[in-house]
T-cell receptor, first 114, second 114 residues
Framework: AQKITQTQPRMFVQEKEAVTLDCTYD???????LFWYKQPSSGEMIFLIY??????QNATEGRYSLNFQKARKSANLVISASQLGDSAMYFC???????????FGKGTSLLVTP | DTGVSQDPRHKITKRGQNVTFRCDPI?????LYWYRQTLGQGPEFLTY????????KSRLLSDRFSAERPKGSFSTLEIQRTEQGDSAMYLC????????????FGPGTRLTVT
């Protein structure tokens, strides 16, 4: 079964607008971490933001914020004031318990238009 | 801080040949990970090192694959008797000790098996 589900294969947003990329996860472990990565066409995975399962507040990093809804098992990424350089693939990932591996979703392709 | 580096960036090989990839992690990171990414998918975990010890291997890592990290610094991933299904991007990542630390990824090695 898929641990991480990203239901939006492609998203479009106009420059300076906000956009939400969806991510739902599946785990029975009470301790886990959720990560978002950006992968531009160059291929390198760039870390954006992290949310721990015990964190009381939603994580924020500059223009990125994570809308963490634990009961719904969702961890959506919100990008505010989109820029053309935000066009890329975005991956949600989860690390469970004491494990080391990240389980990634299939990603969402974001295109920012002028 | 020079980031995670990988060599080569691209490798084209004929089916049945052996290939070896190298990863140099961020110097103070004692954790090192290998992932494989095929077209249209998120990265899939292959294996993990804590210093020189290989602590976890995915079922994806068949007996044709071997990874080493001899002195706890750089790592190599070897694929013996390559098959066309091995064509993928091989990503290396490193992190500090602790599950809440993000993994920093290298640029990847793109393998094409003809």
């Amino acid at each position: 079964a898929q641990k991480i589900t990203q239901t939006q294969p492609r998203m479009f947003v106009q420059e300076k607008e906000a956009v939400t990329l969806d991510c739902t996860y599946d785990t029975s472990d009470p301790s886990y971490g959720l990560f978002w990565y950006k992968q531009p066409s160059s291929g390198e995975m760039i870390f954006l933001i992290y949310q721990g399962s015990y964190d009381q507040q939603n994580a924020t990093e500059g223009r990125y914020s994570l809308n963490f809804q634990k009961a719904r098992k969702s961890a959506n990424l919100v990008i505010s004031a989109s820029q053309l350089g935000d066009s890329a693939m975005y991956f949600c990932a989860m690390r469970e318990g004491a494990g080391y591996a990240l389980n990634f979703g299939k990603g969402t392709s974001l295109l920012v238009t002028p | 801080d020079t980031g995670v580096s990988q060599d080569p960036r691209h490798k084209i090989t004929k089916r049945g040949q052996n290939v070896t990839f190298r990863c140099d992690p961020i110097s103070e990171h004692n954790r090192l990970y290998w992932y494989r990414q095929t077209l249209g998918q998120g990265p899939e975990f292959l294996t993990y090192f804590q210093n020189e010890a290989q602590l976890e291997k995915s079922r994806l890592l068949s007996d044709r694959f071997s990874a080493e990290r001899p002195k706890g610094s750089f790592s190599t991933l070897e694929i013996q008797r390559t098959e066309q299904g091995d064509s993928a991007m091989y990503l290396c990542a490193s992190s500090l000790d602790g599950g809440y630390y993000e993994q920093y990824f290298g640029p990847g090695t793109r393998l094409t098996v003809t």
